[in-house]
């Protein structure tokens, strides 16, 4: 299970009308997050041709309409090192497109 950290993982923030995002070091500032395919990372055997994963953050401002969806997930822990997706609503990560990777993001790491 390989550390968000080394998937290149980065807290994002958007506003309207949603077509950019620009990163922040802060999770308490973020109303998301990206980070390279668990899956596609070790099948390719690093960030070579590994596509990123963007994961909502819920009640931070991101509205419903703005893909990925309908996902919207609640971060837990002080930065990316211990960060963990926890209910209420989604937990884990399910992509419905391309590699189909399904997994938890727990403690920093992505599994």
């Known amino acids: 299970m390989p550390k968000l950290k080394d998937l290149e993982a980065k807290f994002l923030t958007t506003q309207a009308p949603y077509d950019r995002f620009e990163e922040t070091e802060s999770l308490e500032k973020a109303q998301g ?5 668990p899956k596609c990372f070790a099948k390719n055997g690093g960030p070579a041709g590994t596509h990123s994963v963007i994961c909502w ?35 884990s990560v399910l992509l419905t497109t391309g590699c189909c990777w399904h997994g938890f993001v727990k403690n920093g790491s992505a599994e």
Request: proline residues 12%; glycine residues 18%; neutral net charge.
């Open 57 to 91: 953050f819920a009640d931070r401002g991101v509205p419903d309409s703005l893909g990925p969806k309908p996902g919207r997930w609640r971060p837990q822990g002080t930065g990316m090192d211990d960060l963990t997706f926890v209910g209420p609503g989604a937990a």
């Open 33 to 37: 997050m990206s980070f390279l395919c």
